[in-house]
C-alpha cells in the first residue's frame, strides 16, 4: 500500500490567481517563477522538478492556507493496527537576506474530528538557512499515522518579518502514506 497526496499548483494564467483547492487566508497566490515580486526564478536553487508555478504570500504580514481530506474506510484498520507511516515533505525558502518565511504542518483528526497525535512541522527556512540566497531548501519529517485517525489537514503559514511583501515562499508539498 503506498498513497500519495500532492499538494501543487496549476497557473496558467499571468494574473494573480488565488490557490486552487485550497482554503485561504490573506493574500497567497500561485506565483509564476521569474515574476517580479517573490524572487524565485527558474534557476533558482530548488526542486528540479518544479512546475511553472509556487506558492507565494504577496503583502499580508501573516498568510495561512489549508486542505483537509478524510481517509476512506481502507486505510481505518490498517492505521488501528499502527500499520501507515506518513512522509511529509516541501520545498520552503524565501529571497536573499530577507527572513520572510513559510512553514508547513500537518494534523490528524479522529472521527469526532478532534486532533490526534503531535502536529508534524516543517520549516521555517530562514535567509541564514538559505545563506541568504533566493531559494528553496528540502525539508521533510516522516512517522507513524496516530491510531484512529480518519482525516488529516495540511496547513501552511507565511510570515513577513519586515518591508512590504511577504516573500515566504513553498512548493512541491507531498503527504505519502506507506506501510
Known amino acids: 500500500m503506498n498513497r500519495e497526496y500532492v499538494f501543487s499548483l496549476n497557473n496558467t494564467h499571468t494574473s494573480i490567481v488565488s490557490p486552487t483547492d485550497w ?4 493574500t497567497v497566490t500561485q506565483a509564476y517563477y521569474n515574476n517580479t515580486y517573490s524572487g ?3 534557476t533558482s536553487p530548488g526542486p528540479n522538478d518544479r512546475g511553472q508555478c509556487h506558492f507565494y504570500a504577496q503583502i499580508s504580514s501573516i498568510t495561512t492556507m489549508w486542505q483537509k481530506r478524510n481517509f476512506t474506510s481502507f486505510f481505518h ?3 488501528d493496527n499502527q500499520t501507515v507511516w506518513f512522509n511529509f515533505s516541501a520545498w520552503i525558502g524565501g529571497r536573499g537576506e530577507n527572513d520572510d518565511n513559510s512553514q508547513a504542518s500537518v494534523m490528524f483528526f479522529d472521527k469526532f474530528n478532534q486532533m490526534t497525535g503531535n502536529i508534524s512541522t516543517i520549516g521555517p527556512v530562514l535567509a541564514s538557512d538559505r545563506s541568504n540566497i533566493t531559494s528553496l531548501i528540502f525539508r521533510q519529517k516522516g512517522g507513524r499515522v496516530p491510531n484512529g485517525t480518519r482525516s488529516f489537514q495540511i496547513f501552511v503559514k507565511f510570515t513577513r518579518t519586515g ?4 516573500n515566504g515562499a513553498i512548493d512541491n508539498i507531498s503527504f505519502i502514506l506507506y506501510q
Open 23 to 26: 482554503e485561504y487566508n490573506g
Open 40 to 42: 524565485q526564478t527558474s
Open 77 to 79: 484498520s490498517l492505521i
Open 163 to 166: 518591508g512590504t511583501y511577504n
